[in-house]
């Protein structure tokens, strides 16, 4: 892994090396084969992106009322819980490429399941049926490649975690980087606070996705094995309980909630497109502390890939890194190119340099050249 540094006009190097060892079977819920995953982005432009003036993107009238584009809505962990309650989860262990770190992940065929299961409407057929469509189903019920990428720098940087007291995972989808951080925290035992903040374009995978790997994680990480089954059987004693299965019983859920009280941790949800309304939900779920010591960190992973989306996403990300008080480093995975599509990490690089932004890119050594941007 190799690391640029960029200070408006200076720039070092500084070289660290890593391997990385992905092979297609790696990812059978994660994102398709190269070729899959760039067709199915592939109905945009390869137009860069242009510069503008910070904010401009956020209150983009056309953005903001094209009624085609899901509109931001904050949900609460209550609300999510509802739609899960008797559900049995099926789940799969998930191990990045460089430190191994191992992470829960509810299984891609389980959602699908559940999906097909409920009323279909339009937009579920697509999440059942596509890979990614634009401004209706942004993939994030997959796990793309360089979420584990962000997971491997959270873990080298793994003693950091214990200062980060916020985590807002911008397009979190599977939210891999984020339950890294929730898993670091059960472990630790420590009760100071954490808030976590899922937002994703679809509400589905929010709820389908990334809370069932948050439950999966708290459940694997701090239920013994007499808890597991006791909380599973409440309701029917018989039922079967399973190494790689998770049945949400109410008394499960009521104890996740409990656990998450008694640890101090918050969880919330925002669904709906980047923008002024997006961002100003999220400022709403997070008080600004004056003089606070406490880090905040601001997560994504492969939402640059879209050119026209470029001015919104990093506006998204520098509002967020602003309005946040204390110490908050935004952490920008990505891909290097994404062919077909047209967005690129240089693109993101030049975005920032036109906004005077200072940031440091990690090069990550491997096949199909990837990159975390720094801010
Ligand atoms: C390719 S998926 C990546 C998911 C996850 N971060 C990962 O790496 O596995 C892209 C994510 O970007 C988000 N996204 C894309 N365009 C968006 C938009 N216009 N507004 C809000 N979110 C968007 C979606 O939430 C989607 O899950």
Redesign the pocket.
């Known amino acids: 892994m190799s690391s640029r540094v960029h200070s408006n006009d200076k720039s070092t190097e500084t070289a660290m090396s890593f391997s990385f060892g992905f092979s297609s079977n790696d990812f059978s819920d994660?994102?398709l084969a190269e070729s899959t995953?760039v067709a199915a982005?592939g109905d945009a432009s390869a137009n860069g992106a242009a510069n503008g003036q910070l904010g401009s993107a956020l209150d983009d009238v056309q953005?903001v009322d094209d009624i085609s584009?899901?509109q931001?809505a904050q949900h609460s962990l209550e609300s999510l819980l509802r739609g899960l309650q008797g559900v049995r989860l099926s789940f799969e262990t998930v191990a990045s490429p460089e430190t191994g770190t191992v992470l829960y992940r509810r299984e891609l065929f389980d959602i699908k399941h559940q999906l097909m299961s409920s009323e279909g409407d339009k937009e579920l057929d697509i999440i059942v049926n596509e890979d990614?469509k634009?401004?209706v189903y942004?993939?994030?019920?997959?796990?793309?490649?360089?979420?584990l990428d962000?997971v491997d720098l959270l873990s080298a940087r793994r003693t950091d975690l214990a200062a980060v007291s916020k985590v807002i995972?911008?397009?979190?989808?599977?939210?891999?980087?984020t339950e890294y951080v929730f898993r670091e925290y059960l472990l630790s035992n420590r009760k100071n606070g954490l808030t976590l903040v899922l937002?994703?374009?679809?509400f589905t995978?929010l709820q389908l996705a990334s809370l069932p790997n948050m439950i999966l994680t708290w459940a694997k990480e701090t239920l013994d094995r007499d808890q597991w089954a006791m909380l599973q059987r409440s309701e029917d004693p018989t039922v079967p309980v399973m190494d790689n299965e998770l049945l949400l019983t109410a008394d499960l859920l009521q104890r996740f909630r409990e656990s998450l009280a008694e640890r101090h941790v918050t969880l919330d949800f925002v669904s709906?497109?980047?923008?002024r309304k997006?961002t100003d939900i999220v400022h709403s779920l997070l008080p600004q502390c004056e003089g606070t010591t406490a880090a905040s960190l601001v997560l994504?992973?492969?939402?640059i890939?879209?050119p026209e989306?470029l001015p919104?996403?990093t506006e998204t990300l520098l509002d967020l890194k602003g309005y946040i008080g204390g110490p908050t480093t935004v952490l920008v995975?990505a891909k290097d190119i994404y062919f077909g599509v047209g967005g690129s990490v240089l693109d993101f690089e030049k975005r920032l340099d036109g906004l005077n932004v200072q940031y440091n890119t990690t090069k990550i050594q491997s096949g199909l050249k990837r990159s975390i941007v720094t801010i």
Do not use: H, M
Not at 138 to 147: A, D, F, I, V, Y
Not at 272 to 275: C, E, I, K, L
């Open positions: 994660d994102e995953s982005l953005l584009i899901v931001p990614l634009r401004n942004e993939g994030g019920l997959k796990s793309w490649e360089c979420s962000l995972e911008i397009g979190c989808g599977t939210a891999l980087p937002t994703d374009y679809n995978v709906g497109s980047w923008g997006f994504t992973s492969e939402t890939y879209q989306n919104l996403i995975a």
